[in-house]
């Protein structure tokens, strides 16, 4: 059983965060714990206004997300870790090694795809991404 889940994306102020109030919103597994961080984590920014919007039209509040710079010790405390893209998967492996077994693409069970970023762009962007972060979460569920 997984206790401490962490999501990774680059600046956790689109998708990491996004995956995170969608997990804690649609996962039954009391005392699972749901953060989120950045490789390059522009430290206490708020989330994007589009990806709050798109919380916010599924009755998600992400307004209390401020983005975190991943440290190693989060990827020492977590039980598994999840990102958004393999260069990410890559890099936490490389930044604390031993962690290998335990971080893992998002997308892992369905078609193992990168999540694309869709920080500066438009609105029809992060639909995409929030469906496709919606989708995986789903895919993750039994395995909590």
Not at 112 to 140: C, L, T
Request: hydrophobic fraction near 40%.
């Amino acid at each position: 059983m997984f206790e401490r889940i962490l999501i990774v994306c680059m600046g956790n102020v689109c998708r990491s965060p996004a995956a995170e109030y969608l997990f804690r919103a649609r996962t039954d597994s009391p005392g699972v714990n749901f953060t989120s961080a950045g490789l390059c984590a522009p430290e206490g920014r708020p989330m994007d206004p589009t990806a709050l919007e798109l919380l916010a039209d599924s009755g998600i509040d992400g307004t209390m997300h401020r983005a975190r710079q991943l440290a190693p010790s989060m990827l020492h405390e977590a039980d598994l870790i999840l990102g958004m893209e393999k260069s990410h998967v890559d890099a936490m492996v490389r930044l604390v090694p031993e962690t290998r077994g335990k971080v893992y693409l998002l997308d892992k069970w369905l078609d193992g795809n990168d999540i694309p970023d869709p920080y500066r762009q438009q609105r029809p962007a992060f639909e995409y991404v929030h469906e496709m972060i919606a989708r995986d979460i789903e895919s993750w569920r039994p395995y909590l």
